[in-house]
């Protein structure tokens, strides 16, 4: 089966196909792919599951042990439902010779679902699930502004809160990078404006505005300007917390791309200022004069030539989620360190 579309996964995650026995869930966003991967398999156990049909294998368990998968796919349910196999990290170890033996018992009783990050069109594990007529592949992106407005709504609905136009517009700045942090912000902030029935800009600045999960943004400003002791004590920070590498390298990618377009459309006799307060969703009023600053002072080919760095830090952040941290250090401190000469 083909890999849907953006559009199509929602509905197939609310309710997958009695004929599909097998879904990969990847994609850059890591929160979006945990997100999902749960729901499938809360959807597929049933109303009232049997928690001993519930499995959780990680992949260097399938790795070490190919049919270890094949034996508990194969395994029929005790007290009757569907019997679902939840496997972590699936694209950090080779577990593809046992999805090849998965996939030749088109009977298997099971519902398998694959979690694994961000995996090219040539990714082995991609093209085995994507070449199947029994399984599905989602694909995970970050979340675009109407995702984001979809998120909002359903948090606050939730809720019983209503929001402000202004509160929405500082929110679309902050939010996106990572579904399952963005959605945890989402409740937190709904909580603390319980009380006022409605949410206003200054509870976002107020709860969101310093939250760890959107310090990445300070993070990446600090990079962006050569801010380098801000930029130090950052990355220090992210590492205590236990970072996730792959995210930060791509909010920091999106946002270097987001610089390269505001730089050229300045040479079409724009200001910074101008450009920057144009973008959609717009930017986060805290964050205007930093970014205008950014655009300012950063050459198109040094941009470039960032980009570059970032692209592949993300990509080697992703393959090796213990190195990730240092290798996305190792690229901050060197672009803020260029950027530390621009902004003297």
């Excluded at 998968?69 to 170890?93: H, N």
């Excluded at 760890?212 to 801010?227: C, N, P, R, T």
């Amino acid at each position: 089966m083909v890999a849907l579309k953006a559009q199509e996964v929602d509905r197939f995650v609310a309710k997958p196909p009695e004929s599909v026995s097998l879904v990969l869930v990847y994609g850059p966003d890591t929160g979006l792919v945990s997100e999902r991967a749960a729901t499938l398999i809360k959807h597929a156990g049933g109303d009232d599951p049997d928690p001993f049909s519930q499995i959780k294998l990680d992949g260097s368990d399938i790795s070490s042990d190919p049919n270890r998968l094949v034996d508990e796919a194969l395994t029929i349910s005790m007290f009757g439902g569907r019997r679902t196999i939840w496997v972590k990290d699936g694209s950090s170890k080779n577990i593809v010779p046992a999805v090849e033996t998965l996939l030749k018992n088109p009977d298997q009783p099971s519902f398998v679902v694959i979690e694994a990050g961000d995996l090219k069109k040539t990714a082995p594990l991609r093209k085995k699930i994507e070449g199947d007529k029994l399984a599905v592949a989602l694909p995970c992106f970050p979340d675009t502004a109407k995702d984001v407005d979809r998120l909002i709504d359903e948090e606050t609905k939730a809720a019983g809160l209503m929001i402000s136009r202004e509160a929405r517009m500082a929110l679309h700045a902050l939010l996106g990078a990572d579904r399952r942090a963005s959605r945890g912000e989402l409740q937190k902030l709904c909580l603390y404006a319980m009380e006022d029935q409605r949410i206003e800009s200054h509870h976002v600045e107020e709860i969101i505005g310093d939250a760890s999960a959107f310090a990445m943004d300070e993070l990446i400003d600090a990079a962006a300007l050569g801010q380098l002791k801000t930029l130090d004590q950052g990355l220090e920070r992210f590492e205590a917390g236990g970072m996730d590498a792959g995210v930060i390298a791509s909010q920091a990618l999106r946002h270097f791309q987001q610089l390269h377009f505001c730089k050229l459309e300045t040479h079409k006799r724009r200001s910074a200022d101008d450009v920057v307060g144009s973008l959609r969703p717009p930017v986060f009023w805290k964050r205007k004069s930093k970014m205008v600053r950014q655009v300012e002072i950063w050459p198109v080919e040094q941009l470039e030539r960032a980009l570059i760095r970032l692209n592949e830090t993300v990509k080697t952040a992703r393959l090796n989620a213990v190195l990730g941290p240092s290798i996305l250090s190792h690229a901050l401190l060197m672009i803020g360190q260029y950027a530390s000469r621009l902004n003297r």
